[in-house]
Every structure is written in C-alpha cells, then in structure tokens.
C-alpha cells in the first residue's frame, strides 16, 4: 500500500521560506515513469499545481511558482521537498504531496501564513 505523508511547519511568517518534506512508503521514489508533485489548495480556490520531481530526477514548474519554488530528493529516506520563498499570506493553503497519475495522494497540510 502507497502512503505519501507531508510534514513541516504550520505556521511561517511572511517573507520567510516555507519547506515541507514528503515521505513515500510502499514503493520507490526511483519507480520508472513516477512524477511526484506539489500542488496546493488555497482557502475558496481550486487545486494549483506547483510542480514536480520525476522518478529520474528531473524537475518542472509551473510558471506561477517557477521563480520561487525548489523541488529536490532525498533517495535514500524516499522523501521529497518542497521549498516557497519570499511567501505571502496569499500562499496560506493545504499543501498536498502526490503521484496524481497513480492517484497516489497526502493527506494534505495546512500552512498558514502570518506574523
């Protein structure tokens, strides 16, 4: 059984870097064809594709996010991370890890954006 689990704070103040990990469980990182996504859900909003790591370790972005977003891997603990600069509290929402295709998903994590 797939499980992906996303962690980090849930709370970061404006101007400062939000950074969130996901942990896979129940197969590789490395699994052929597998892109593992970030995508976000912002309060009255609909799901945002942020962007994401494929299983070679190649990344992608969306424009939206491309000029302060960071995605990377960590092969040996199966994780990945999502790092957002510069944030606002426009970037409060609930913070997904997911493989979509596979329908491989987090339970999702609220951060909120405030001093």
């Known amino acids: 059984q797939v499980q992906l689990q996303e962690s980090g704070p849930g709370l970061v103040k404006p101007s400062q870097t939000l950074s969130l990990t996901c942990t896979i469980s129940g197969t590789s990182i490395t699994t052929d064809y597998c892109n593992w996504s970030w995508i976000r859900q912002s309060p009255g909003k609909g799901l945002e594709w942020m962007g994401a790591?494929?299983?070679?370790?190649?990344?992608g972005y969306s424009p939206s996010f491309k000029s302060r977003t960071s995605i990377f891997r960590d092969t040996a603990k199966n994780q990945f991370t999502l790092q957002l600069s510069s944030v606002t509290p426009e970037d409060t929402a609930v913070y997904y890890c997911a493989e979509a295709s596979r329908d491989y998903w987090g339970k999702g994590t609220l951060v909120t954006v405030s001093s």
């Open positions: 790591i494929t299983y070679d370790g190649s990344t």
